[in-house]
């Protein structure tokens, strides 16, 4: 299977189970979220709804051998990702977990009072995001890397100034990976916590308008 071409091409509605499955398949650097939270359903709601519901055109998948093997999921205005997410995806994904039993787990309790993100700092030079995701078995064939470059074409057609994205601090590859596509490592926040420990991401920027 490794040996046929990979195809990256634009996100198409059929494509929405195999990216959820990939969330959740990859949510803990690349381990499955069942570790730390039972609802699949409602952990791929609040990370992938909004790109697959909101914003497919700027989602992108990558597949191989008629199989979606990863995607990357983008926004090139953050701000409207945040009002969009506030306003629709998080409360319809609690209504979910509420109906689901899921709600009062203590990784909803424990992620409800976060502190803002860092990230509304960053966003007059690096205004839109993305999230990168492969399958386990299938990183390290250059699928990561076409992904990138399509949706990088894709922000620098629109104008877009700069873009942001976060990797886990335990995440050693895929900083690495973002370091050699050029982006700089700009902040540490808090990301979500997992039992009684938090999980920090690392922000990384790439300016694509010097």
């Known amino acids: 299977m490794n040996g046929e071409p990979i195809i990256v091409r634009r996100y198409e509605p059929r494509d929405r189970a195999a990216v959820r499955e990939i969330c959740c398949e990859t949510a803990d650097a690349g381990e499955p979220v069942d570790r730390f939270f039972p609802d699949r359903e409602v952990f791929a709601d609040v990370l992938t709804r909004y790109y697959t519901d909101f914003a497919p ?15 990357l999921t983008g926004c090139l205005d953050t701000r409207q990702f945040m009002r969009t997410m506030a306003l629709r995806v998080v409360p319809a994904g609690l209504v979910k977990a509420l109906v689901h039993g899921s709600l009062w787990h203590r990784f909803v309790r424990q992620n409800l009072r976060l502190p803002a993100s860092q990230r509304r700092q960053l966003l007059a030079d690096y205004p839109a995001h993305l999230h990168l995701n492969l399958r386990a078995g299938e990183r390290g064939q250059g699928a990561g890397r ?10 620098r057609h629109a104008g877009v100034p700069g873009i942001h994205a976060g990797v886990s601090e335990t995440n050693g590859a895929g900083r690495k990976f973002f370091e050699r596509a050029g ?4 902040a540490r926040e808090e990301r979500f916590r997992t039992a009684d420990q938090p999980a920090f991401t690392i922000l990384y920027g790439l300016r694509l308008v010097k």
Do not use: P
């Open 146 to 155: 076409q992904l990138l470059e399509k949706f990088l074409e894709q922000a």
């Open 183 to 186: 982006f700089l490592a700009l």
């Open 57 to 71: 055109a700027t989602t992108w998948v990558a597949e191989q051998n008629a199989r979606v093997i990863g995607y």
